[in-house]
């Protein structure tokens, strides 16, 4: 049996069950939708507007230039971070990101954390120097490069306002420091670092 729904003017449009068709009832949903959603269904019966779990918007900060800090306590690191705006309800977001590091000091270590907005994410459960990130300066000039992902999943935000991902470090003891982009004791050796946010849909 053919379902024919004709135009105001012209023209029509069919739905069409099978030659042999079982008994089934599928129940549309409220409402249109929004741009780009698709119908899905629960497996019996019920549709509604679903996006897949996929890719929404993909936003990067690149640093190119170097900086330094020999803060005991947690500062950002200027240039790592990035502001994204969600674009649907309830996603999540993929933080890619990639790191160049060196340090000053014979035996300390660099703790970094990344943040949401005002919240330590992808944080360990125990430890008094706890950090998403760390390094031990073992002989001073070492340059390493980092690099983490982390899916924040469903944080809680309100669409049509911001949330800022970023990189924070720390010395864990005075007369050391910390570098982004170049070697510890040779400036010529400069390098890049970039956090990219990725918006996955539910």
């Known amino acids: 049996m053919t379902l024919r729904l004709l135009g105001s003017t012209s023209g029509y449009s069919e739905i069409q069950a ?16 929004s741009s780009g959603q698709y119908l899905q269904t629960d497996g019996s019966g019920a549709l509604s507007w679903g996006q897949g779990g996929r890719i929404l918007q993909v936003v990067q900060t690149f640093k190119s230039d170097v900086g330094s800090s020999n ?6 690191i200027t240039g790592m ?18 790191l160049a590091l060196a340090s000053s000091g014979t035996a300390n270590a660099m703790l970094l954390n990344l943040w949401r907005d005002s919240t330590e994410i992808a944080q360990p459960s125990t430890g008094t120097n706890a950090a998403t990130l760390s390094h031990w300066a073992a002989g001073g000039v070492a340059v390493f ?18 949330l800022t991902y970023k990189w924070r470090w720390q010395s864990d003891s005075s ?24 918006e996955v849909a539910a």
């Open 71 to 76: 803060s005991t306590t947690l500062t950002d």
């Open 175 to 198: 007369g050391m420091t910390t570098y982004i982009n170049r070697h510890s004791s040779d400036s010529s050796y400069t390098m890049v670092s970039q956090i990219t946010v990725m």
């Open 145 to 162: 490069n980092r690099s983490f992902t982390f899916l924040d999943v469903t944080p809680s935000y309100t669409l049509g306002n911001s």
């Open 18 to 33: 099978p030659a042999v068709a079982g008994s089934n009832t599928l129940t549309l949903p409220n409402g249109n939708g």
């Open 81 to 98: 971070s990035r502001i994204i705006t969600p674009v649907a309800a309830g996603s999540s977001f993929l933080i890619v990101s990639d």
